[in-house]
């Protein structure tokens, strides 16, 4: 459904539980994406919310099964991993660029899943330092420029 000039606000519920890849990119489509809305959809391995108008909290809660991650281009003010969610040990690829998250790095930073191979966070408003010790063995692309971080 990318590119559909799609507007209004997600369903509250989606009933595809086969679904492996959502792509809602490049509408209008805008509200709070709720905590646990991607979590029933126990086989989605791709997810991309890119380029609308979503705000609020984006919350990185996904099934063991979620791979990749887009929620780039929206009006999320805050985001967060939940460190003993399911899919910290799969979760590839998370790009939360060009957004309005206002964070801590060194509370932010705490929690990024072990295995995560690309972090993508510029252009927020990320501010501080990064955790000491910042460790993440796996991670290959880090991007976090234009924000604030020290």
């Known amino acids: 459904l990318r590119g559909n000039n799609l507007t209004g606000v997600l369903f509250k519920y989606l009933p595809f539980p086969e679904l492996t890849k959502l792509d809602l990119a490049n509408n209008t489509l805008s509200g709070d994406v709720e905590t646990n809305y991607f979590l029933p959809l126990r086989k989605l391995r791709h997810v991309d919310i890119s380029q609308n108008r979503f705000h609020g909290h984006a919350d990185m809660l996904f099934s063991p099964t979620t791979l990749h991650a887009n ?14 969610n399911s899919a910290s040990k799969t979760l590839r690829v998370v790009d939360l660029s060009n957004n309005f998250i206002d964070h801590d790095a060194s509370e932010f ?10 972090l993508i966070l510029s252009n927020n408003l990320i501010r501080g330092e990064l955790p000491n010790p910042f460790t993440s063995e796996n991670l290959k692309v880090f991007a976090i420029s234009n924000n604030s971080i020290n």
């Open 71 to 84: 929620f780039s281009n929206n009006n999320f003010k805050s985001a967060g991993f939940k460190r003993f």
């Open 109 to 118: 930073f705490r929690n990024i899943p072990p295995n995560l191979e690309e």
